[in-house]
DNA sequence: TTCATAGTTAAGTTCAAATTGAAGTGTCAA
DNA sequence: TTGACACTTCAATTTGAACTTAACTATGAA
Protein backbone atom coordinates (compact mmCIF):
# COMPACT_ATOMS: atom_id res chain seq x y z
CA UNK A 1 0.00 0.00 0.00
CA UNK A 2 2.82 2.72 1.32
CA UNK A 3 4.62 1.60 -2.46
CA UNK A 4 0.87 2.44 -4.41
CA UNK A 5 0.90 5.91 -2.58
CA UNK A 6 4.10 7.02 -3.31
CA UNK A 7 3.63 5.70 -7.04
CA UNK A 8 0.20 8.38 -6.81
CA UNK A 9 2.24 11.27 -5.20
CA UNK A 10 5.10 10.95 -7.01
CA UNK A 11 2.85 11.20 -10.21
CA UNK A 12 1.45 14.54 -8.83
CA UNK A 13 4.97 15.43 -7.79
CA UNK A 14 6.78 16.27 -11.09
CA UNK A 15 6.61 19.70 -12.12
CA UNK A 16 4.74 19.43 -15.42
CA UNK A 17 2.27 17.40 -14.30
CA UNK A 18 1.71 19.58 -10.83
CA UNK A 19 1.03 22.38 -13.37
CA UNK A 20 -1.06 20.09 -15.31
CA UNK A 21 -3.22 18.77 -12.58
CA UNK A 22 -3.69 22.42 -11.89
CA UNK A 23 -5.26 23.75 -14.66
CA UNK A 24 -7.06 20.46 -15.11
CA UNK A 25 -8.72 21.57 -11.57
CA UNK A 26 -11.50 24.01 -13.18
CA UNK A 27 -12.92 20.46 -13.84
CA UNK A 28 -12.95 21.33 -17.62
CA UNK A 29 -12.00 18.83 -20.79
CA UNK A 30 -8.54 19.91 -21.80
CA UNK A 31 -6.74 19.16 -25.32
CA UNK A 32 -2.96 18.03 -24.95
CA UNK A 33 -1.89 21.14 -26.25
CA UNK A 34 -3.72 23.18 -24.64
CA UNK A 35 -2.14 21.53 -21.62
CA UNK A 36 1.16 22.06 -23.33
CA UNK A 37 0.92 25.34 -23.73
CA UNK A 38 0.05 26.56 -19.89
CA UNK A 39 2.56 23.75 -18.63
CA UNK A 40 5.32 25.10 -21.05
CA UNK A 41 6.72 22.01 -22.36
CA UNK A 42 6.85 19.61 -25.78
CA UNK A 43 3.85 18.18 -27.17
CA UNK A 44 5.94 15.00 -26.87
CA UNK A 45 6.70 15.81 -23.07
CA UNK A 46 3.15 16.28 -22.44
CA UNK A 47 1.89 13.19 -24.29
CA UNK A 48 4.12 11.32 -22.17
CA UNK A 49 2.48 12.66 -18.68
CA UNK A 50 -0.77 12.59 -19.76
CA UNK A 51 -0.30 8.92 -20.65
CA UNK A 52 1.05 8.45 -17.31
CA UNK A 53 -1.41 10.03 -15.55
CA UNK A 54 -4.26 8.52 -17.50
CA UNK A 55 -2.73 4.69 -17.19
CA UNK A 56 -2.98 5.53 -13.23
CA UNK A 57 -6.41 6.60 -13.53
CA UNK A 58 -6.02 9.76 -12.32
CA UNK A 59 -7.52 11.49 -15.93
CA UNK A 60 -9.11 10.05 -18.77
CA UNK A 61 -9.15 11.12 -22.15
CA UNK A 62 -11.65 11.66 -24.77
CA UNK A 63 -10.73 11.53 -28.37
CA UNK A 64 -12.72 13.94 -30.83
CA UNK A 65 -11.13 13.72 -34.11
CA UNK A 66 -7.21 14.88 -34.27
CA UNK A 67 -7.81 16.18 -30.43
CA UNK A 68 -7.62 14.65 -27.48
CA UNK A 69 -9.53 15.79 -24.32
CA UNK A 70 -8.47 15.51 -21.39
CA UNK A 71 -10.28 16.00 -17.52
CA UNK A 72 -9.95 14.37 -14.36
CA UNK A 73 -11.25 11.02 -13.61
CA UNK A 74 -13.22 11.45 -10.65
CA UNK A 75 -13.61 13.65 -8.20
CA UNK A 76 -11.30 12.21 -5.96
CA UNK A 77 -8.37 13.51 -7.82
CA UNK A 78 -9.38 16.79 -6.84
CA UNK A 79 -10.02 16.54 -3.63
CA UNK A 80 -6.32 14.75 -3.10
CA UNK A 81 -4.60 17.37 -4.48
CA UNK A 82 -6.73 20.06 -2.75
CA UNK A 83 -5.47 18.22 0.95
CA UNK A 84 -1.72 18.27 -0.53
CA UNK A 85 -2.53 21.69 -0.97
CA UNK A 86 -3.54 22.41 2.44
CA UNK A 87 0.17 21.42 3.24
CA UNK A 88 1.94 24.54 1.80
CA UNK A 89 3.63 26.04 3.88
CA UNK A 90 1.82 29.70 5.92
CA UNK A 91 4.13 32.02 4.85
CA UNK A 92 3.66 30.61 1.26
CA UNK A 93 -0.05 30.89 1.22
CA UNK A 94 -0.50 34.44 0.01
CA UNK A 95 -0.58 33.14 -3.28
CA UNK A 96 -2.97 30.85 -2.68
CA UNK A 97 -5.69 33.60 -2.07
CA UNK A 98 -4.54 34.66 -5.66
CA UNK A 99 -4.34 31.97 -7.11
CA UNK A 100 -7.79 30.80 -6.14
CA UNK A 101 -9.09 33.79 -8.24
CA UNK A 102 -6.94 32.76 -11.06
CA UNK A 103 -8.75 29.51 -10.85
CA UNK A 104 -11.69 31.27 -11.56
CA UNK A 105 -10.32 32.96 -14.66
CA UNK A 106 -8.27 29.76 -16.04
CA UNK A 107 -10.81 29.04 -18.58
CA UNK A 108 -11.42 31.32 -21.14
CA UNK A 109 -12.69 32.08 -24.89
CA UNK A 110 -12.72 34.57 -27.33
CA UNK A 111 -15.90 36.84 -28.21
CA UNK A 112 -15.33 37.61 -31.91
CA UNK A 113 -11.99 39.96 -31.45
CA UNK A 114 -12.56 40.52 -27.26
CA UNK A 115 -11.99 37.91 -24.31
CA UNK A 116 -14.92 36.62 -23.00
CA UNK A 117 -15.44 33.19 -20.62
CA UNK A 118 -14.82 33.63 -17.03
CA UNK A 119 -11.70 35.37 -17.91
CA UNK A 120 -13.46 38.39 -19.27
CA UNK A 121 -15.93 38.82 -16.81
CA UNK A 122 -13.08 38.72 -14.49
CA UNK A 123 -11.14 41.33 -16.09
CA UNK A 124 -14.27 43.97 -16.57
CA UNK A 125 -15.00 42.98 -12.91
CA UNK A 126 -11.40 43.79 -11.26
CA UNK A 127 -11.73 47.02 -14.11
CA UNK A 128 -14.74 48.18 -12.42
CA UNK A 129 -13.30 47.74 -8.85
CA UNK A 130 -9.97 49.38 -9.82
CA UNK A 131 -12.33 52.60 -10.84
CA UNK A 132 -10.60 51.91 -14.57
CA UNK A 133 -14.55 51.70 -16.30
CA UNK A 134 -17.49 52.95 -14.33
CA UNK A 135 -20.85 51.83 -15.03
CA UNK A 136 -23.13 54.23 -16.48
CA UNK A 137 -26.58 53.24 -17.06
CA UNK A 138 -26.39 50.25 -19.30
CA UNK A 139 -22.90 51.56 -20.78
CA UNK A 140 -19.74 51.15 -19.61
CA UNK A 141 -17.74 54.45 -18.84
CA UNK A 142 -13.88 54.91 -19.18
CA UNK A 143 -12.43 57.46 -16.33
CA UNK A 144 -9.18 59.64 -16.66
CA UNK A 145 -7.66 57.16 -14.47
CA UNK A 146 -8.12 54.67 -16.45
CA UNK A 147 -6.58 56.24 -19.42
CA UNK A 148 -3.53 56.54 -17.15
CA UNK A 149 -4.04 52.54 -16.77
CA UNK A 150 -4.57 51.59 -20.13
CA UNK A 151 -1.18 53.77 -20.91
CA UNK A 152 0.85 51.64 -19.08
CA UNK A 153 -0.04 48.79 -21.05
CA UNK A 154 0.33 50.52 -24.01
CA UNK A 155 -2.84 51.32 -25.37
CA UNK A 156 -3.86 54.72 -26.36
CA UNK A 157 -7.47 54.98 -25.60
CA UNK A 158 -7.58 58.60 -27.34
CA UNK A 159 -6.58 57.21 -30.80
CA UNK A 160 -8.95 54.44 -30.11
CA UNK A 161 -11.79 56.98 -29.45
CA UNK A 162 -11.16 58.55 -32.41
CA UNK A 163 -11.99 55.22 -34.72
CA UNK A 164 -15.39 54.98 -36.34
CA UNK A 165 -16.28 51.72 -34.19
CA UNK A 166 -17.43 51.92 -30.97
CA UNK A 167 -14.57 52.27 -28.19
CA UNK A 168 -16.15 50.86 -25.22
CA UNK A 169 -19.39 48.57 -24.59
CA UNK A 170 -20.92 45.85 -22.15
CA UNK A 171 -20.94 42.25 -23.96
CA UNK A 172 -23.49 40.02 -22.24
CA UNK A 173 -21.34 36.46 -22.30
CA UNK A 174 -24.08 33.33 -22.45
CA UNK A 175 -21.56 31.27 -20.29
CA UNK A 176 -21.27 33.49 -17.70
CA UNK A 177 -24.84 35.14 -18.10
CA UNK A 178 -22.71 38.60 -16.87
CA UNK A 179 -21.07 41.38 -18.55
CA UNK A 180 -17.26 41.72 -19.89
CA UNK A 181 -15.46 44.62 -22.27
CA UNK A 182 -15.82 44.72 -26.07
CA UNK A 183 -15.57 47.53 -28.74
CA UNK A 184 -12.20 48.45 -29.98
CA UNK A 185 -10.88 48.73 -26.54
CA UNK A 186 -11.90 45.36 -25.90
CA UNK A 187 -10.19 43.91 -28.39
CA UNK A 188 -7.17 46.12 -28.28
CA UNK A 189 -6.71 44.92 -24.51
CA UNK A 190 -6.79 40.91 -26.39
CA UNK A 191 -4.26 42.49 -29.12
CA UNK A 192 -2.05 43.57 -26.65
CA UNK A 193 -2.25 40.00 -24.11
CA UNK A 194 -1.26 37.93 -26.92
CA UNK A 195 1.53 40.37 -28.55
CA UNK A 196 2.78 40.16 -24.65
CA UNK A 197 2.32 36.12 -24.47
CA UNK A 198 0.43 36.69 -21.68
CA UNK A 199 -2.49 34.15 -23.27
CA UNK A 200 -2.28 32.36 -26.67
CA UNK A 201 -4.90 30.99 -29.20
CA UNK A 202 -5.43 27.33 -29.93
CA UNK A 203 -5.63 26.52 -33.12
CA UNK A 204 -8.54 25.78 -34.63
CA UNK A 205 -11.57 27.01 -31.60
CA UNK A 206 -12.59 30.45 -29.48
CA UNK A 207 -10.00 28.86 -26.46
CA UNK A 208 -7.11 30.80 -25.07
CA UNK A 209 -4.56 29.63 -22.60
CA UNK A 210 -2.95 31.67 -20.42
CA UNK A 211 0.67 30.89 -19.79
CA UNK A 212 2.94 31.05 -16.84
CA UNK A 213 4.28 34.18 -17.56
CA UNK A 214 1.05 35.70 -18.41
CA UNK A 215 -0.61 34.46 -14.75
CA UNK A 216 1.87 36.50 -13.18
CA UNK A 217 1.30 39.88 -15.10
CA UNK A 218 -2.38 39.03 -15.02
CA UNK A 219 -2.42 39.01 -10.90
CA UNK A 220 -0.38 42.32 -10.69
CA UNK A 221 -2.64 44.32 -13.34
CA UNK A 222 -6.30 42.79 -12.70
CA UNK A 223 -5.35 41.49 -9.00
CA UNK B 1 1.39 27.52 -5.88
CA UNK B 2 1.38 24.64 -8.86
CA UNK B 3 5.20 24.62 -7.62
CA UNK B 4 4.67 24.19 -3.96
CA UNK B 5 2.19 21.20 -4.29
CA UNK B 6 4.51 19.33 -6.73
CA UNK B 7 7.14 20.03 -3.77
CA UNK B 8 5.04 18.35 -0.99
CA UNK B 9 4.22 15.65 -3.48
CA UNK B 10 7.53 14.58 -4.29
CA UNK B 11 8.14 14.56 -0.79
CA UNK B 12 5.53 12.24 -0.23
CA UNK B 13 6.40 10.52 -3.36
CA UNK B 14 9.47 8.88 -2.42
CA UNK B 15 9.29 5.67 -1.46
CA UNK B 16 11.29 5.90 1.90
CA UNK B 17 9.38 8.42 2.63
CA UNK B 18 6.31 7.25 1.80
CA UNK B 19 7.01 3.96 3.93
CA UNK B 20 7.90 6.53 6.79
CA UNK B 21 4.87 8.60 6.65
CA UNK B 22 2.56 5.33 6.98
CA UNK B 23 4.15 4.31 9.32
CA UNK B 24 3.88 7.55 11.37
CA UNK B 25 -0.07 7.13 10.44
CA UNK B 26 -0.64 5.99 13.52
CA UNK B 27 -0.02 9.45 15.36
CA UNK B 28 2.05 8.32 17.34
CA UNK B 29 6.18 9.30 17.70
CA UNK B 30 8.98 6.98 16.27
CA UNK B 31 12.85 7.59 16.80
CA UNK B 32 15.21 7.65 13.77
CA UNK B 33 16.29 4.34 14.15
CA UNK B 34 12.56 2.80 14.28
CA UNK B 35 11.90 4.58 11.46
CA UNK B 36 15.10 3.41 9.55
CA UNK B 37 14.54 -0.25 10.36
CA UNK B 38 10.73 -0.08 9.03
CA UNK B 39 11.46 1.44 6.03
CA UNK B 40 14.70 -0.58 5.69
CA UNK B 41 17.20 1.72 4.81
CA UNK B 42 20.44 3.06 6.63
CA UNK B 43 20.30 5.68 9.32
CA UNK B 44 21.94 8.48 7.11
CA UNK B 45 19.73 8.21 4.63
CA UNK B 46 16.48 8.47 7.24
CA UNK B 47 18.53 11.70 8.65
CA UNK B 48 18.41 12.96 5.31
CA UNK B 49 14.78 12.45 4.52
CA UNK B 50 13.62 13.26 8.16
CA UNK B 51 15.13 16.47 7.29
CA UNK B 52 13.35 17.13 4.21
CA UNK B 53 10.19 16.34 5.83
CA UNK B 54 11.13 18.23 9.09
CA UNK B 55 11.71 21.46 7.09
CA UNK B 56 8.35 21.11 4.68
CA UNK B 57 6.86 21.11 8.12
CA UNK B 58 5.35 17.39 7.37
CA UNK B 59 6.84 16.37 10.60
CA UNK B 60 7.93 17.71 13.67
CA UNK B 61 11.49 16.65 15.89
CA UNK B 62 11.37 16.19 19.71
CA UNK B 63 14.67 15.79 20.90
CA UNK B 64 15.59 13.77 24.21
CA UNK B 65 18.52 13.23 25.11
CA UNK B 66 20.29 10.95 22.47
CA UNK B 67 17.15 10.23 20.85
CA UNK B 68 15.00 11.88 18.18
CA UNK B 69 11.38 11.86 18.12
CA UNK B 70 9.79 12.12 15.14
CA UNK B 71 5.88 12.82 14.34
CA UNK B 72 3.33 14.97 11.82
CA UNK B 73 3.34 18.59 13.00
CA UNK B 74 -0.14 18.43 11.86
CA UNK B 75 -3.57 15.99 11.07
CA UNK B 76 -3.70 17.52 7.74
CA UNK B 77 -0.85 15.65 6.98
CA UNK B 78 -2.42 12.17 7.85
CA UNK B 79 -5.82 13.64 5.70
CA UNK B 80 -3.71 14.36 3.01
CA UNK B 81 -2.08 10.85 2.96
CA UNK B 82 -5.34 9.20 3.16
CA UNK B 83 -6.95 11.33 0.32
CA UNK B 84 -4.12 10.09 -2.04
CA UNK B 85 -4.48 6.52 -0.72
CA UNK B 86 -7.84 7.20 -1.78
CA UNK B 87 -6.67 7.43 -5.23
CA UNK B 88 -5.14 4.02 -5.67
CA UNK B 89 -7.09 2.05 -7.87
CA UNK B 90 -9.80 -0.64 -7.23
CA UNK B 91 -8.03 -3.55 -8.28
CA UNK B 92 -5.06 -2.93 -5.59
CA UNK B 93 -7.49 -1.74 -3.33
CA UNK B 94 -7.60 -5.76 -1.78
CA UNK B 95 -3.83 -4.87 0.06
CA UNK B 96 -5.26 -2.32 1.56
CA UNK B 97 -7.84 -4.28 4.31
CA UNK B 98 -4.64 -5.71 5.32
CA UNK B 99 -2.74 -3.14 5.46
CA UNK B 100 -5.08 -1.11 7.91
CA UNK B 101 -5.53 -4.44 10.19
CA UNK B 102 -0.98 -3.74 9.58
CA UNK B 103 -1.24 -0.35 10.68
CA UNK B 104 -2.96 -1.71 14.08
CA UNK B 105 -0.08 -4.00 14.80
CA UNK B 106 2.18 -1.79 14.12
CA UNK B 107 3.08 -0.54 17.54
CA UNK B 108 4.43 -3.26 19.47
CA UNK B 109 5.95 -3.84 22.36
CA UNK B 110 7.47 -7.00 24.65
CA UNK B 111 5.88 -8.19 27.70
CA UNK B 112 8.94 -10.14 29.32
CA UNK B 113 10.01 -12.61 27.09
CA UNK B 114 7.01 -12.42 24.67
CA UNK B 115 5.41 -10.52 22.08
CA UNK B 116 2.64 -7.71 23.95
CA UNK B 117 1.10 -5.00 22.71
CA UNK B 118 -1.43 -4.38 19.66
CA UNK B 119 0.70 -7.29 18.18
CA UNK B 120 0.60 -9.25 20.73
CA UNK B 121 -3.22 -9.03 21.15
CA UNK B 122 -3.78 -9.58 17.14
CA UNK B 123 -1.89 -12.31 16.71
CA UNK B 124 -3.54 -14.06 19.53
CA UNK B 125 -6.35 -13.24 17.69
CA UNK B 126 -5.30 -14.87 14.57
CA UNK B 127 -4.57 -17.72 16.10
CA UNK B 128 -7.76 -18.44 18.04
CA UNK B 129 -9.67 -17.53 14.43
CA UNK B 130 -7.90 -20.13 12.48
CA UNK B 131 -8.06 -22.58 15.04
CA UNK B 132 -4.26 -22.93 15.76
CA UNK B 133 -5.26 -22.58 19.75
CA UNK B 134 -8.83 -22.47 21.21
CA UNK B 135 -9.72 -20.77 24.35
CA UNK B 136 -10.77 -23.32 27.37
CA UNK B 137 -12.03 -21.75 30.68
CA UNK B 138 -9.82 -19.26 31.40
CA UNK B 139 -6.56 -20.83 29.17
CA UNK B 140 -5.58 -21.50 25.46
CA UNK B 141 -4.78 -25.19 24.30
CA UNK B 142 -3.22 -26.21 21.54
CA UNK B 143 -5.53 -28.30 18.94
CA UNK B 144 -3.53 -30.67 17.12
CA UNK B 145 -4.01 -28.60 14.10
CA UNK B 146 -2.07 -26.06 16.18
CA UNK B 147 0.91 -28.24 16.40
CA UNK B 148 1.12 -29.05 12.51
CA UNK B 149 0.92 -24.96 12.27
CA UNK B 150 3.55 -23.86 14.63
CA UNK B 151 5.96 -26.73 12.88
CA UNK B 152 5.81 -24.94 9.79
CA UNK B 153 7.82 -21.90 11.53
CA UNK B 154 9.97 -24.58 12.72
CA UNK B 155 8.56 -24.89 16.40
CA UNK B 156 8.38 -28.32 17.99
CA UNK B 157 6.05 -27.82 20.81
CA UNK B 158 6.41 -31.60 22.12
CA UNK B 159 9.65 -30.63 23.35
CA UNK B 160 8.57 -27.36 24.95
CA UNK B 161 5.74 -29.28 26.77
CA UNK B 162 8.29 -31.15 28.13
CA UNK B 163 9.69 -28.27 29.80
CA UNK B 164 9.52 -27.74 33.55
CA UNK B 165 8.15 -23.81 32.38
CA UNK B 166 4.36 -23.19 31.60
CA UNK B 167 3.65 -23.80 28.06
CA UNK B 168 1.15 -21.49 26.97
CA UNK B 169 -1.41 -18.95 29.15
CA UNK B 170 -2.94 -15.74 28.17
CA UNK B 171 -1.32 -12.74 29.78
CA UNK B 172 -3.67 -9.47 30.18
CA UNK B 173 -1.31 -6.72 28.34
CA UNK B 174 -2.48 -3.70 30.15
CA UNK B 175 -2.87 -1.26 27.83
CA UNK B 176 -5.10 -3.61 25.33
CA UNK B 177 -6.65 -5.16 27.98
CA UNK B 178 -6.75 -7.98 25.95
CA UNK B 179 -5.32 -11.44 26.17
CA UNK B 180 -2.15 -12.29 24.40
CA UNK B 181 -0.01 -15.41 24.16
CA UNK B 182 2.41 -16.06 27.39
CA UNK B 183 4.57 -19.11 28.05
CA UNK B 184 6.67 -21.02 26.45
CA UNK B 185 5.10 -20.77 23.34
CA UNK B 186 4.98 -17.10 23.09
CA UNK B 187 8.53 -16.78 23.79
CA UNK B 188 9.69 -19.49 21.57
CA UNK B 189 7.22 -17.55 19.14
CA UNK B 190 9.27 -13.91 19.76
CA UNK B 191 12.23 -15.81 19.42
CA UNK B 192 11.56 -17.34 16.16
CA UNK B 193 10.60 -13.50 14.54
CA UNK B 194 13.56 -12.32 15.75
CA UNK B 195 15.60 -14.90 14.56
CA UNK B 196 13.80 -14.63 10.91
CA UNK B 197 13.95 -11.01 11.33
CA UNK B 198 10.65 -10.75 10.87
CA UNK B 199 11.09 -7.93 13.69
CA UNK B 200 14.02 -6.77 15.11
CA UNK B 201 14.37 -5.22 18.76
CA UNK B 202 15.03 -1.46 19.15
CA UNK B 203 18.28 -0.99 22.65
CA UNK B 204 16.95 0.83 25.39
CA UNK B 205 13.48 0.31 24.88
CA UNK B 206 11.05 -3.08 25.01
CA UNK B 207 9.60 -1.51 21.43
CA UNK B 208 9.71 -4.28 18.97
CA UNK B 209 9.87 -3.04 15.15
CA UNK B 210 8.41 -4.91 12.59
CA UNK B 211 10.37 -5.27 8.93
CA UNK B 212 9.13 -4.95 5.76
CA UNK B 213 9.70 -8.46 5.04
CA UNK B 214 8.15 -9.52 8.24
CA UNK B 215 5.02 -7.52 7.38
CA UNK B 216 4.76 -9.84 4.50
CA UNK B 217 4.96 -12.82 6.63
CA UNK B 218 3.28 -11.86 9.41
CA UNK B 219 0.17 -11.33 6.61
CA UNK B 220 0.81 -15.37 5.14
CA UNK B 221 0.88 -16.38 8.55
CA UNK B 222 -2.02 -14.41 11.09
CA UNK B 223 -3.53 -13.04 8.37
C1' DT C 1 38.15 8.31 31.03
C1' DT C 2 36.66 5.09 27.52
C1' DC C 3 33.45 2.81 24.77
C1' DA C 4 28.92 2.08 22.52
C1' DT C 5 24.93 4.14 20.66
C1' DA C 6 21.85 7.75 18.26
C1' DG C 7 21.94 10.83 15.13
C1' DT C 8 23.81 14.09 11.67
C1' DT C 9 26.81 16.01 7.92
C1' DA C 10 29.55 15.96 3.69
C1' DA C 11 31.58 14.18 -0.61
C1' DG C 12 31.18 10.89 -4.32
C1' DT C 13 28.57 7.56 -7.04
C1' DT C 14 24.72 5.63 -9.27
C1' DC C 15 20.51 5.21 -11.48
C1' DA C 16 15.79 6.18 -12.81
C1' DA C 17 13.02 9.45 -14.95
C1' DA C 18 12.38 13.81 -17.56
C1' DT C 19 13.63 15.88 -21.63
C1' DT C 20 14.97 16.26 -26.51
C1' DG C 21 15.24 14.83 -31.32
C1' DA C 22 13.52 12.25 -35.07
C1' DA C 23 9.88 9.93 -37.15
C1' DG C 24 5.23 7.98 -37.63
C1' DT C 25 -0.16 7.73 -37.53
C1' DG C 26 -4.47 9.56 -38.21
C1' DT C 27 -7.61 13.69 -39.08
C1' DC C 28 -9.17 17.63 -41.47
C1' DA C 29 -9.46 21.08 -45.11
C1' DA C 30 -8.08 22.99 -49.56
C1' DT D 1 -4.10 14.16 -53.13
C1' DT D 2 -1.57 17.18 -50.76
C1' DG D 3 -0.22 19.59 -46.84
C1' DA D 4 -0.98 21.26 -42.14
C1' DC D 5 -2.03 19.92 -37.71
C1' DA D 6 -2.82 17.05 -33.23
C1' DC D 7 -0.98 13.67 -31.07
C1' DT D 8 1.98 9.66 -30.14
C1' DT D 9 6.10 6.58 -30.11
C1' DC D 10 10.86 5.38 -29.77
C1' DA D 11 15.73 5.95 -29.06
C1' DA D 12 19.42 9.00 -27.17
C1' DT D 13 20.74 12.16 -23.79
C1' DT D 14 20.76 14.67 -19.61
C1' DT D 15 20.23 15.54 -14.85
C1' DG D 16 18.69 15.59 -10.32
C1' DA D 17 17.90 13.15 -6.28
C1' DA D 18 18.65 8.94 -3.55
C1' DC D 19 22.02 6.20 -1.75
C1' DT D 20 26.82 4.91 -0.05
C1' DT D 21 31.10 5.58 2.18
C1' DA D 22 33.31 7.98 5.65
C1' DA D 23 33.78 10.95 9.32
C1' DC D 24 31.98 13.68 13.09
C1' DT D 25 29.07 15.29 17.44
C1' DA D 26 26.69 14.34 21.49
C1' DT D 27 24.67 11.49 24.93
C1' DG D 28 24.88 7.94 28.27
C1' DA D 29 26.79 4.00 30.68
C1' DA D 30 30.85 1.25 32.54
Redesign the pocket.
Known amino acids: METQIGHIA ?2 I ?5 ALILWTLLDDKAY ?6 ISAN ?12 L ?1 QADLLT ?1 E ?8 RFSKQEVAYAIEAIANLVPVEQQKKIVHSKHNAAIKHCRTCYDHLAGNMGVSIADSLLKQAVIIEKGKQFELTTKGAKWFLQLGIDTKELQQQRRIFLKPCLDWTERRYHIAGSLGASLLDTMLAADWVRR ?4 RAIVITAAGEKKMREYFR
Do not use: C, F, W
Open positions: SLGDPVRTATELATSPQNISMHLSKVVRQGRHAYYTKNS
